[in-house]
């Protein structure tokens, strides 16, 4: 077991029922409550006004536009009674996650019902007048939204794109041995593609070092217009779908038009909750037992097949509805116009009998509420759903204790990610259950291979050998399956419980979670402003198979898009990082894991490369975000320079800087500065983004009127975009990633893209007023150098020598003196005509 | 059955196998293509020179840069083979799909082996000469590429990112009822969400109407460096999933380390092939009995388990490789520069006897050839994976004659898609077999119900009763799963194999194909450039439930940024229209279905609204792309306007003219200009897009130096973006989507952004010189009327009613005296100050 303990709310947990019958009362009480729950999510859907009925319904007290989801409500209600009965009897800390997050009504009715809701927003009070502001706020303008959200107590998944339900479950139980997540999962989305394959999360979980993930399929047959195919397939084959996924499958089935009492109903399936527990709680006892080697059990999983739109009306207007697509959303649209509807909606809302379970004062009675367990048992109140709460502090070592040396500027070949990963090793040694690496089998792919100095690959599957099973543990730090969904899944729902952790992808491929991105930064946006909601880690990424890399996967991987992507959302959530090396990707990388409720995006190629800095000029350019290279420059001190090179990017900076070194030897005198950014974000405007510049600094490194030429990892246009305002906008010349194709060598990359030394050379010439006709012949020089280094790989499939063995010259010995090989293109291309 | 027939090359599809045992001499040609195949594939890895190892092998003969995947090579080579046999047996027309697109090199060898690389690539001979090319091209420079790609005979299915084999396989048997493919799935993709549910599409298809596809799980047990997670959950819980997922498992099974010999192997397979064909054969013919009609079987599969890297080195120093993930990629990475692997790979080619295989001149020897079919029966030559072979343009109606009445500008309240929902009706009536529409779920909510008078929903798994299996049938044009990724898969393979067809979703979810967009047009842009590929018809996105309009979605659903992520991609091969209403809706479709090798992104919302321009303005203005809508504007003849309000997108259009009416009223003798947009890439210059505009017309309408309000449907950066270089540039000012939440009545929605009428009026005020100081007056009623509009929808849940029922005034019978509701500020906000 893990060193620390993970808090828990649990005193006993996974404790086994009593055994004993559920006496009617209790049945009669979870009735009530589903009852209640249905009332209030029905009426958050329609009602404006006389929430509780006790005056005939009219149009008036009819929301006029009606928004919102039903079909689904009355099931999440269901269980969430239900469980409400368990955890109270075993005190087992739970967390819910609603799979159909457009069940919002429901969530909201739970949470205000077991009284978390009125304690959070105190303006929603227990009364009819609360009960009022309950229904009137539900989807409506300046109110809250109609799918489970941020706002949402208890909530870590948020409605709206689906499939990601289980991800965001098993995100949540690594490292949380005593926890539960009651998962359900809507047979709607487990036709997507990410819910699909993220059954299989099973495989990657130890029994005994994480909690456990209880998926109930909530198989209500229909979705907007459509039946799912999971309810269309036939018992036995949903059945050989479970087993097949890893689980040992429970069913419980309520036909619709059945005519079983709820005491029936509710008695079946209090008698499979407890059973599913009581087998929960074996393979627990088990596990304690055996510790983490325990292998994989069949976890059990409910089939809940029960009637869309349950207790809602059975027929409008002569269709079919409860038990059909047509209870998705509000079955009675024009409940306001049509009087007839009028009267379905009144006759509905009362055969739930709100009087029998609210008190004069519109209060929930007491003897409702009870089912519901106290303070933070309650599924609305657990902290593991409010990560921030439970957030410790990384134990992080001193980053600056893992550097490179860098004698010189320009040396070495390191490839920058194995570098970091010696930080992150010790990362994982200092924190054993709060951090974790996702990828999708590309973590020694990436350089991060030292990680299994001391930890190693989490896996439940089965094993094989020792010579084929390298690395893999029952319990480890490393997290991977060949899916971008479940990595992002996994990674969101254990952040948002309260934990650290990164993702490293293939820049290419990155785009598969476009969408899950989406939703999680507009999670952090909205709970930014939710007081109760306190800070989570960030989302760290690390890209480091990047565009300019293709090596292996020659012309097939592309797209620098997903910065362009990120850079969309708001400024207060996202932040950009392009190292250039490996101690600027040192003290970045410590910068990421410190921080809060960002999305960062780190991009650092894993090849070898030269090292630019040393830690300490690193930590001060990274401090800055970006800044001069007066050490690659030929400026002169007061004077402005002729020419800007910015870069951003490893593969752009090396360029610039073998460019700038060519400028050195074949233009004395001409001034250049030389400006590398890492902190993206550093580009826009102060006011645009927190990280912004001034006008005023950015004008002093990149001037008011000098031609400035920048050579960019990704789309050139993003740095338009950010740098749009500023005084010297006009004279941004900007290389990047164009959609040219692609090559297999390095270098014939850069130059198919434009971004390579001899056209930065030829850029530099063509802007620099005073050049262009002096030196004619050094232009003509590098076009011939670029067709020379095209017909080498042509020829060879490697890049040519003078290139692929540049090192920047040890200027302090004065230039072109030094012993390393170097550019040589007069060499190369039969001297300078100049 | 289908009223046309589709292309075959199967004279008797579905033939029974003869039953009768293989010869001896089949067998070993069997053996001896495949042993060419391999040989051919480890010689494209690392072979340089000496390709059929008639001298001692050197270092020199082997490539500088390693690159490529050995590993999953063998079994796709294997698995080609013996395909080779059965169809010629039996002319099965059959396409390969090759879900592990990394083995290329395998696919290359295949088809080099059957002739058609040689006739499609005249340099690639069949000699010694033409082996060494074959084998120095592959994933080098200005080479062709190391994965499965367009480039390679026979296929429509890239490597790259993995996901899609059995989605594209689907798309491309819908509608080819004689067509097999063999969809060959990776255990490495099997674990990505988008393949975890495609194998649900057996529930839509029919045995009748569309062919077959045969999924080969390729169970060879690794990725990059772990484990897969099917090979390792025991064989019952992998048969039970596979039942799962409605199929009937075949097993084969080679061991790692077995000594069982070829011929016992190839006849194994060569058995469970047979089998498997004949299962299939008896499926059909029972389909060609029963017809259309007929429920869906348990089709077959094959579970294909051999070694990873089979054939390949046991060991490598020491390490086992054959059998691991250490075969993934190449396993003799050093092999140039160590004698002692230069050894191991030269045993390893030789262990495949090539001079057994080659004749002296290095032809495959004719014995060998005779394996494979002939003609366009071999799967490299198959016609439907060259689907621009195949194309039929669509038999279109003409589009004209469902024209929208628009008897002045601004009446009605018409649902665009409902209108282009009749059309494709009359599109799918024409049009029986090569035409599907495509969406999760949404094609009634997007519109298009209309097509369900023509056609339903297909699908075959169960169904319960008529009154909630609406439009669902066995055989229908409607092609609906909750996945956004098969639906995108499914029209790729479609489209890929020669139809068309469209894909409709809600535009915030449509970032969930961010990636797959970007292979699809990775594809189209490679295949611009293969002159044997053949163009195929466009990618016609309809996204009609957009960011505008939230309603039932309120505050979950979110950002238009699939347009920028589209517009990253090739000018050539990206369109995106933004039609302002149901008559350019209809005008841009018509012209999306002609077109070829595009992705069309069409945005246009679903709820009703006001029309604009009558079928011949819409012509004329689609056909320009963008135009002056002069019959909104007050200028005057052979003047510059003083503004010009610029929109693209349907919401913000609506403003735009809000904003002109109130302009036309309150600001008397003020030259407004009102342009439209429906082609965004016009606004891109022409040397940037083959749509862009020149700058003399750009300037001719948006003027030189006049201040220009955009109202945008998208993040407004992006209209920057296409606009930078013209001359006007800097007097551009765009609004559009800003991540600022969202709220659930439209008009709220467009104040929170800033693209309301009452805004543009304030705008413009402050952008017209000499407006701010005269017009201090309305423009405060401007803020104050936001300020009730806003205060209104907080109080009655809905659009204030000024705006909610405001429409275009009849300006024929000036302005603001006819009789429609129209604005009037002034009445709600206590009269004009100024």
């Not at 949540?172 to 009651?182: H, K």
């Not at 976890?299 to 009637?307: A, C």
């Amino acid at each position: 077991m893990s060193t620390t303990t993970t808090p828990t709310v649990s005193p006993t947990p996974w404790r086994a029922g009593s055994g004993t019958e559920l006496s009617a009362e209790t049945i009669d009480r979870i009735d009530r409550w589903w009852r209640a729950a249905n009332y209030l999510s029905v009426g958050q859907i329609y009602l404006l006004d006389n929430p509780l009925l006790r005056e005939p319904l009219t149009r008036d007290h009819v929301k006029p536009r009606l928004l919102g989801h039903w079909g689904t409500t009355p099931g999440l209600n269901f269980l969430y009674a239900h469980l409400n009965r368990v955890i109270k009897e075993r005190d087992q800390s739970t967390v819910y996650v609603a799979g159909p997050g457009h069940g919002g009504p429901g969530l909201v009715a739970s949470t205000y019902l077991d009284g978390t809701y009125s304690e959070l927003y105190s303006d929603i009070t227990e009364d009819t007048d609360g009960v009022r502001r309950l229904f009137r706020q539900f989807s409506f303008p300046g109110g809250i939204p109609s799918h489970v959200a941020p706002e949402t107590p208890g909530s870590i998944h948020e409605g709206g794109e689906l499939g990601y339900a289980l991800s965001h479950a098993y995100g949540a139980v690594f490292d949380n041995p005593d926890l539960l997540v009651a998962a359900v999962v809507g047979d709607g989305e487990a036709e997507t593609g990410p819910l699909a394959t993220s059954w299989h999360s099973n495989k990657l979980l130890n029994p005994a070092q994480d909690g456990v993930v209880l998926p109930i399929l909530h198989l209500n047959g229909y979705k907007i217009a459509n039946p799912t195919i999971l309810d269309r397939i036939g018992r036995d084959e949903l059945e050989s779908l479970m087993v097949g996924y890893g689980h040992k499958p429970h069913w419980f089935e309520v036909a619709d038009g059945s005519d079983e009492s709820h005491e029936s109903i509710h008695r079946r399936f209090a008698t499979v909750l407890d059973e599913v527990l009581d087998e929960i709680a074996a393979i627990k006892a088990q596990a304690a037992v055996e510790g983490e080697d325990m292998a994989r059990p069949a976890w059990p999983m409910i089939v809940f097949r029960t009637p869309k739109g349950w207790t809602g009306p059975e027929y409008i207007d002569g269709k079919k509805t409860v038990g059909s697509w047509r209870a998705h959303q509000v079955p009675l649209a024009s409940a306001r116009d049509t009087p007839e509807h009028l009267q379905v909606l009144e006759s509905w809302l009362k055969s739930y009998a709100a009087d029998e379970l609210f008190d004069d004062d519109g209060r929930i009675l007491d003897d409702i509420r009870e089912l519901a367990p106290a303070g933070e048992l309650r599924m609305s109140a657990n902290p593991h759903a409010n990560g921030g709460v439970l957030l410790r502090d990384l134990r992080l070592p001193d980053f600056r204790d893992f550097a490179v040396d860098v004698p010189a500027p320009g040396a070495g070949a390191v490839e920058a990610p194995r570098v970091l990963g010696q930080f992150l090793t010790e990362v994982i040694r200092r924190n054993p259950d709060n951090f974790r690496i996702f990828g999708p089998d590309e973590t020694a792919s990436n350089r991060l291979q030292a990680t299994f100095d001391v930890t190693g690959k989490q896996w439940n599957a089965e094993y094989f050998s020792p010579e084929v099973d390298e690395h893999l543990v029952r319990a480890g730090r490393v997290m991977e399956q060949l899916s971008e969904h479940q990595c992002q899944g996994w990674l969101e729902g254990y952040l948002l419980t309260g934990r650290h952790g990164l993702f490293t992808s293939y820049e290419a491929f990155i785009h598969i979670v476009d969408s899950m991105f989406n939703q999680h930064a507009k999670w952090l946006k909205v709970t930014n402003h939710i007081p109760w909601r306190r800070p989570i880690a960030s989302l760290n990424y690390l890209l480091s198979s990047h565009v300019w890399r293709q090596d292996h996967n020659g012309f097939s991987h592309q797209d620098p898009g997903f910065i362009d992507h990120v850079v969309n959302k708001k400024a207060e959530i996202v932040r950009v990082y392009l190292p250039p090396d490996a101690n600027t990707l040192l003290s970045t990388y410590d910068h990421c894991l410190r921080s809060r409720q960002y999305v960062n995006v780190v991009v650092a190629g894993k090849q070898p490369a030269p090292q630019f800095l040393t830690m300490e000029q690193a930590i001060a350019h990274c401090t800055r975000g970006l800044g001069i290279w007066d050490w690659a420059g030929t400026e002169v001190e007061g004077e402005d320079p002729d020419v800007v090179l910015g870069s951003a990017g490893d593969v752009p900076t090396l360029e610039v800087l073998a460019a700038a070194d060519i400028l050195r030897n074949r233009i004395p005198g001409l001034k250049v500065r030389v400006v590398n950014v890492v902190d993206l974000m550093r580009l826009q405007d102060e006011k645009e983004h927190p990280h912004g510049l001034s006008d005023k600094d950015f004008d002093t490194l990149f001037t008011t009127d000098r031609p400035v030429i920048f050579n960019y990892h990704g789309y050139p246009w993003l740095i338009h975009r950010l740098t749009y305002r500023r005084t010297n906008h006009p004279n941004i010349h900007v290389r990047g990633y164009k959609e040219e194709g692609t090559t297999t060598t390095p270098f014939d990359m850069a130059m198919l893209n434009d971004i390579d030394r001899y056209h930065l050379v030829i850029d530099v010439i063509d802007r620099v007023p005073s050049l262009r006709s002096t030196y004619a012949g050094l232009r003509q020089e590098m076009v011939d150098a670029r067709l020379a280094a095209r017909q080498y790989t042509r020829e060879h499939g490697e890049d040519i020598p003078e290139v692929s063995e540049w090192v920047w010259p040890d200027v302090g010995e004065t230039g072109t003196e030094n012993g390393g090989p170097q550019y040589d293109a007069a060499a190369a291309t039969g001297g300078d005509n100049e």
